[in-house]
């Protein structure tokens, strides 16, 4: 049984069939990275998985446990889901900073919440000198101590991202989702970002789902590539598998668009 | 009994109910408005059909003829009076008539019919992805709420809210239609004496009182100025 496996996912809007039973297995510290087109259904399968869309049916479990069944999850109360997708963050395209809080804020506020409410509860939970020591580690991790009391708005997109990683682990996630984390920003900040969530694989060995375009970063940090296209439950495989081997006309097809888009 | 200290006096007891009626309706009107505006965007059909209804009606007639509903009729169908106030602290029950209270009701509803308007059209200007951020990182509802939407939602809309308040100062002299005896009633029980130079007297309170406010929201925004929504 794999860390994490997700099973014949199926989600459509209305009439339009978006995820036609998507599925994939994911060991503990591996990266898989999800390419396609756009409109293939990349961001609604993340939303999926972090709850933010329900299934029309499918499954999700994480080191055994079933956390989402299409059958019974709408049924779900918010407490529930809200104790169920703490097993997974997610940093999303345009950031999403709440621009009130300065980035050391921004990365308090749900540790924060999440102690108060584990003291509430009689738990163990950190003092409020822990909770500061753990955001500064976090700042550290995508380098950003010296930005610490900049709001939102004072930050590069770079910056605001790294901001937006380091507050997605805030709650110690079990796997990080990452949707296009890049595609918002201009072309000479990516590589700050990229370059932080390759060391939280090298480093921290976080489990990680990215959604990107960005073909030489996902061959070169994946373990697995996800290949989303219409109307499929999509392939998957090794970079090497779907990069070079594939015979797959779609993948060839999308990947000759991407390296000719490089060449331009 | 017509120097300018004892007008003075006049008009200050009047513009006392005004102040009263001005910071008693924003005291209830904001926060009733917020809980409209909740039930106008409520999931739940009915509610929100209904607060859209009300909204509709409060906003679409004069505040005029809903004071006088408001003081009339429930006496006249019901035989329901507006409350005498017996504190026995004097000021208080000849400040808080039975005329004031009526009014006071009036101007609460329909103000918080025009907050809640605004509120509304603040909290659904809040990008989705705020509140998908909050659910992702484990918080609660509420919590997104009050901890991360509400400032940004107060940013957005205190524009349009200092235009009702601007509105607001000079409504209170609506009450005067049911002779409540605030700053209007005095100028014109003058006039009617034959004082023309008061009424120019009652304007100048007027605008002295919306200045205040006007610098007051000002640093209000000023405030806020450190973030970007
Ligand atoms: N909430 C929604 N309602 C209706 N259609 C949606 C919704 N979300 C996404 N879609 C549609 O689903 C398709 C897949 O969208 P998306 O998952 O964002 O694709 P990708 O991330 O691969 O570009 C698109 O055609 C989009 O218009
Ligand atoms: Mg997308």
Not at chain 2, 77 to 102: K, N, Q
Request: aromatic share 10%.
């Amino acid at each position: 049984m794999a860390f994490l496996e997700v099973r014949e996912i199926y989600k459509s809007f209305g009439k339009s069939n978006i995820l036609n039973g998507v599925g994939f297995d994911l060991e503990n510290g591996e990266v898989l990275s999800i390419i396609g087109s756009s409109g293939n259904g990349k961001t609604t399968l993340l939303r999926c998985i972090n709850f933010l869309e329900t299934v029309d049916s499918g499954t999700v479990t994480l080191n055994g446990e079933l956390l989402l069944d299409g059958e019974s999850s709408k049924k779900e109360k918010e407490s529930e889901i809200r104790e169920k997708r703490l097993h997974f963050g997610l940093v999303f395209q345009q950031f999403n900073l709440f621009p009130q809080y300065t980035a050391f804020n921004n990365i308090k506020l749900p540790l924060e919440l999440m102690e108060k409410e584990r003291a509430k509860k009689g738990l163990k939970s950190l003092t409020d000198g822990d909770i500061d020591k753990e955001v500064h580690s976090l700042l550290k991790k995508v380098g950003l101590e010296a930005k610490k009391d900049l709001y939102p708005c004072q930050l590069s997109g770079g910056q605001q991202q790294r901001v937006a990683i380091a507050r997605a682990m805030a709650l110690k996630p079990d796997v990080l989702c990452f949707d296009e984390p890049t595609s918002a920003l201009d072309p000479e900040l990516t590589g700050e970002v990229l370059k932080v969530i390759r060391e939280l694989k090298e480093k921290e060995k976080i489990t990680m789902i990215i959604v990107t375009h960005e073909m030489e970063f996902a061959k070169n940090i994946s373990d697995k590539i996800l290949f989303l296209s219409r109307g499929t439950a999509g392939e998957i495989g090794t970079p090497k598998q779907l990069f070079e081997e594939s015979d797959n006309p779609e993948i060839r097809k999308f990947l000759k668009t991407y390296s000719e888009e490089q060449t331009i | 009994m017509t120097t300018f200290g004892s007008i003075t006096l006049n008009l200050l007891n009047g513009f006392t109910s005004s102040l009263v009626l001005f910071f008693l309706t924003l005291l209830f009107a904001l926060p009733l408005g917020l809980m409209m505006a909740f039930c106008s965007m409520s999931k739940f059909k009915p509610l929100s059909i209904l607060m859209k209804i009300i909204v509709w009606v409060l906003r679409g007639t004069p505040l005029m003829l809903q004071i006088f509903v408001i003081f009339y009729v429930p006496g006249i169908l019901f035989g329901f009076t507006w409350p005498i106030m017996h504190t026995g602290w004097e000021w208080f029950d000849t400040v808080f008539s039975t005329r004031l209270i009526a009014a006071l009701v009036a101007f609460i509803i329909n103000y918080a019919a025009y907050f809640s308007e605004i509120y509304r059209g603040g909290i659904q200007s809040i990008s989705k992805g705020q509140y998908e951020a909050g659910h992702v990182l484990g918080m609660t509802k509420r919590d997104i709420f009050f901890k991360v939407i509400l400032l940004q939602v107060i940013k957005r809309i205190i524009p349009p809210m200092s235009n009702e308040v601007i509105t607001l100062v000079k409504d209170t002299s609506l009450a005067n239609v049911i002779a409540v005896t605030e700053l209007m009633y005095e100028a014109h029980l003058l006039l009617t004496k034959g004082l023309i130079w008061p009424i120019f007297y009652a304007g100048v309170f007027y605008l002295v009182f919306n200045g205040v406010v006007t610098v007051g929201l000002g640093y209000l925004e000023k405030k806020l100025d450190y973030f970007k929504v």
